[in-house]
């Protein structure tokens, strides 16, 4: 965990209610050392960001909270929290070089 605590990028954290307050999603980008192969990018010292993703249903039931995690982002944006069918949601991030940007969606079951 200190790993992760240390790393948290100060911009970029993003909370969203969806479900009508059902779930309560938390997005933390980190600097994400570990997630970056040796060598990804020439002559610098970036690494790769990854998202760990919190869904708290009804916002204080912290025992059946889920994490999750994306990695291996380059210069990762969210665009869109979108709610599907309870409990799923999907994050709709861009990520990539500047010349070279890429659309993913990914889906997440939050029960």
Known sequence: MNY???NIRDTGIVRKKLYKRGLFVTVFPIADSKATPKGYFDSSD???DSYIISIV?????????????IEGLCKPEIL???ETKY?????????????NRVTK???INGN
């Open 46 to 48: 970036e690494v790769l």
């Open 105 to 107: 969606i990914y889906k």
């Open 80 to 82: 869109e929290l979108i």
């Open 87 to 99: 409990p799923e949601i999907q994050i709709k991030i861009e990520s990539g070089f500047m010349n």
């Open 4 to 6: 992760i605590i240390a």
């Open 57 to 69: 249903p009804d916002g204080d039931y912290y025992t059946s909270s889920k994490l999750f995690k």
